[in-house]
């Protein structure tokens, strides 16, 4: 009798392990979900919006040449939204991470990330790269992403740092900004109220590699985010070839 209660009372901790860690899926899903749309509607619709109003000009024109003044503008007008859709597509499932790895993809995506939004940008890598299986890469990418994101967003810096280190035993990305910085003494509260969702989803995503993440910031001092993530996951030459 006390070996079946003891099963049972096992099996009702390992019920609750996986309804936890089912909420932190479900959490990450509707944060991304979150993020796309809003991405959606402040960048691609304003852009799309602004192209329907200018083809609505194009209906009231009254000669050729007012045709062709109005022309080059909804042409860089289309230009733009089939450009913030490809970030948007780049953003859901990067085409870099399983062809040539975290490393590339990371480089690629920082130097995009500063043009975007015009601020400069230092990416670095040091120790040989450790290939992870495709969850740990594009998780640590989402991480990466975020950082940078909410660094975009809120920090008003003028300069972003990146690094990457390969040790022996962990994956280590630095993610720093010379922004606004915040008062992180009270648990990690940021000045907007997305902010902390999105520390929030950074630290979940870092748990569930088994890892950790850390968000040091002071007022006027900007932003350090700091990722440490357990190697090796699968060796490179065990890893499954891509499907395409």
């Known amino acids: 009798m006390r070996d079946l209660e003891t099963s049972i009372m096992r099996a009702n901790r390992s019920d609750g392990a ?38 609505k000009m194009l209906e009231g024109a009254q000669s050729l040449e007012q045709v062709k ?46 043009a975007r939004h015009q601020v400069k940008v230092a990416f670095s890598a040091r120790g040989e790269e450790v290939r992870l299986d495709p969850i740990h890469e594009v998780t640590v990418f989402r991480i990466v992403q975020e950082a940078l994101a909410n660094a975009g ?7 972003l740092r990146v690094g990457v280190l390969f040790d022996a035993e962990h994956l280590q990305v630095v993610v ?23 520390i929030a989803g950074m630290q979940l995503r870092a748990d569930l590699l088994g890892g950790t993440c850390t968000v040091d910031s002071a007022a006027g001092a900007g932003v350090t985010v700091t990722l440490r993530v357990p190697l090796p996951c699968i060796p490179a030459d065990d890893k499954e070839p891509s499907s395409r």
């Open 176 to 198: 720093a900004d010379d922004g606004v910085g915040f008062d992180a003494s009270s648990g990690g509260a940021a000045p907007h109220p997305d902010e902390p969702v999105g």
């Open 153 to 159: 967003k809120y920090a008003r810096a003028s300069t």
């Open 18 to 55: 996986i309804r936890r860690l089912l909420q932190r899926v479900l959490f990450l899903q509707e944060d991304e979900r979150r993020q796309v749309a809003r991405e959606l509607h402040e960048d691609a619709g304003q852009l799309l919006t602004s192209l329907l109003f200018g083809l």
């Open 69 to 114: 003044e109005q022309l080059p503008v909804l042409k860089q007008q289309t230009w733009d939204a089939l450009e913030t859709m490809r970030q948007v597509s780049v953003a859901l499932r990067p085409p870099l991470l399983e062809d040539l790895g975290l490393v590339a993809t990371l480089r690629s995506f920082v130097r995009d990330f500063g």
